[in-house]
């Protein structure tokens, strides 16, 4: 796996030449305003964007056509049609739009936010704590520097994976998690006429099956009122487990060198942060899999489905699309290894075949009805033997557990008046 390199977001994200003047000069302004305006928060959010668009530049990130935005929008209303008979969940699209890498960036940058400020604290803090005691008086307000370096390495570091992974995802919804605004459904076309040419297939029927699964992934996270929540509650949850290896770090900051740029620009921040071995961590990390699985599942069932005998290559797509899913790609990896966490369904194919038997067994509506509340759903060990979920409990509605409450609140007031 590559090594992420660190950068200030100079022309070619190269290291400045220490022997060019205007290079050094411009490093050094850019040096200073970092620690000018470090912002707020554990991550220097700004310079992850500067340092993400600089990246972007550098690749090439063109701008939407005219022709490339009828396209989206035609593809999304056409999936949208092609969802209807086989989803009970109605259309979840407000609004289509087809961005370029730095607006796919921009437009879920908030989302990012949530989930990388949490892991960067820990970082930051334990930066903070390398410092002797005895040395933390003497430093005084010169501490807080050593805060605003850490937001700016996290920062800078987030800012090259973030640019590698605009230049890979083809939808808001690519990677099972809602991060773009809601309503919003998204397509990247110059991701997608890329990914295309790597599978041979025609870059209409490509665009068509992303816009597919964009539209079904908007359809859960629009009318499952709880499930946006849960999902980024299961990544946090699992992210807060997650700890921070103290001896990477000081091993890391030991080769900086402050005369030399370079060092700085060098200093990689991966393996700094390891999941805890705990029953807890492993719980949470079972229910974040789990969570990812059910999503992809259920969207790959109806989006084959949908697309039926109507699209020529769907079992090539499909196939691609969950092998994709499945491993992760390569900007994802680099992802998990700077913040410790993957965002892969692992066990997408047993999710699959348990909605396929659900829709079997009860029907697209009694499929669907799972997704009224958390607790109907499958559980990790339902994947095991699909069949035999899809069977039982085929009577099982949502008044139960409304019932339920109802019977608790009712027990605990008896018990309440009994005593004295």
């Known amino acids: 796996m590559p090594d992420i390199p660190f950068g200030f977001s100079l022309p070619g994200a190269q290291p400045p030449d220490p022997s060019d003047p205007q290079q050094m000069q411009q490093f050094m302004a850019q040096l200073q305003q970092m620690f000018a305006a470090p912002g707020n928060g554990p991550v220097n959010w700004d310079l992850a964007r500067q340092v993400a668009a600089s990246q972007l530049a550098a690749a090439g990130d063109p701008a939407v056509t005219i022709v490339e935005r009828t396209q989206v929008e035609e593809s999304l209303r056409l999936a949208d049609l092609w969802l209807d008979p086989v989803s009970a969940l109605p259309s979840g699209i407000r609004s289509a739009a087809a961005w370029n890498r730095n607006e796919w960036i921009y437009n879920t940058l908030d989302v990012w936010q949530k989930l990388c400020d949490p892991i960067a604290g820990r970082m930051v803090g334990a930066m903070s704590d390398l410092v002797p005691e005895e040395a933390r008086a003497q430093l005084g307000p010169m501490q807080s520097m050593v805060a605003t370096l850490g937001g700016a390495l996290f920062g800078g570091q987030l800012g090259q994976a973030l640019g590698q992974l605009a230049a890979e995802v083809l939808s808001a919804g690519d990677i099972g998690l809602p991060l773009g605004p809601a309503g919003t459904a998204a397509l990247i076309p110059v991701n997608i006429k890329a990914y295309g040419e790597g599978l041979e297939l025609p870059e209409d029927q490509v665009r068509l099956y992303v816009a597919l699964r964009e539209a079904a992934h908007q359809r859960l996270f629009q009318h499952v009122p709880w499930l946006r929540a849960h999902v980024l509650s299961a990544v946090e949850t699992y992210a807060n487990g997650i700890t921070v290896n103290r001896d990477a770090i000081e091993e890391a900051m030991s080769r900086v060198d402050p005369s030399d740029p370079e060092s700085m620009q060098a200093m990689a921040l991966e393996g700094i942060f390891t999941p805890e071995d705990t029953p807890q961590q492993k719980a949470s990390l079972a229910r974040l899999e789990t969570a990812l699985a059910l999503i992809e599942g259920w969207v790959g069932t109806v989006v084959d489905s949908a697309a039926g005998d109507r699209l020529p290559s769907v079992a090539a797509l499909g196939e691609a699309f969950r092998r994709r899913r499945g491993a992760g790609g390569p900007a994802e990896q ?63 509605d949502i008044a139960d557990l409304e019932k339920l409450g109802q019977e608790d609140q009712s027990g605990d007031q008896q018990g309440d008046d009994k005593q004295p």
């Open 334 to 396: 680099t992802f998990a290894a700077l913040v410790g966490l993957e965002l892969r369904p692992r066990r997408l194919r047993e999710a699959g075949a348990l909605w396929g038997a659900l829709a079997e067994q009860r029907g697209i509506q009694g499929r669907d009805a799972l997704w009224e509340h958390p607790d109907l759903l499958p559980t990790d060990d339902d994947f095991a033997d699909p069949q035999a979920f899809a069977r039982a409990r085929t009577d099982w």
